[in-house]
């Protein structure tokens, strides 16, 4: 079938129009379903802190066959739904925990599917033990979302602490005072200008 120029260009012209329209449509469901993850994590630390740690169970998919959970105090993964809900859930909750309290920050979240994401994100951690003092710490964290009609709900999650070594640094560093080492830092560079 034979095209005239201008059925050409006018085919052009709609294709490049819906093109046009078409992204900020598509960066904008992309937008919403990123700030529902992000919305999912902290809703999970909320969960968490409303001490009812039961609850944060209605935020997986119910239909994922097998889920994963690593807890960074725990020794190996919890696979499948038993470990999970023993962990989340259990029949008799520790009667030593008195408190526990999460924050989450730094989320990022990645779409790579329809209905799939990824996020990585820092979470602070609290917690006081009956007969202890409260200790808090920074874990950094990692998870996979499915969508589903009640939301981005988790299919997987991944603590991962820093190494001992790396977290000692840390704490090292802290106990620094940066304004008062500063001037020794300046006085100790003028001594040795002065000897050059």
Partial sequence: MFRTP????????VLVVGITFLEPITQAAANEDIDAVKAT????AER?????????LGLW????EVPFYLAEEQDDWFIGWEPLRAYLDPPHP?????????????????LIAEDLAIAAWHMHFEMKMRGKEP??????VSAVFRK?????????WAESPMTA???????????????????????????RDARD
């Fill in 41 to 44: 994590i902290h809703e999970t």
């Fill in 135 to 140: 200790i808090g710490e920074d874990v950094r």
């Fill in 165 to 191: 070594l790396a977290y000692m640094d840390r704490l090292f560093q802290q106990d620094v005072d940066h304004e008062k080492l500063d001037v020794m830092l300046e006085r100790s560079r003028a001594r």
């Fill in 148 to 156: 589903t009609d009640a939301g981005w709900r988790y299919i997987h």
């Fill in 61 to 64: 998919d119910l239909n994922e």
């Fill in 48 to 56: 968490w802190n409303s001490q009812d740690f039961s609850s944060v």
């Fill in 94 to 110: 520790s009667p030593v925990v008195e408190a526990i309290r999460e924050e989450m920050s730094d989320i990022s979240v990645k």
């Fill in 6 to 13: 201008f059925s050409v260009f006018r085919s052009l012209f």
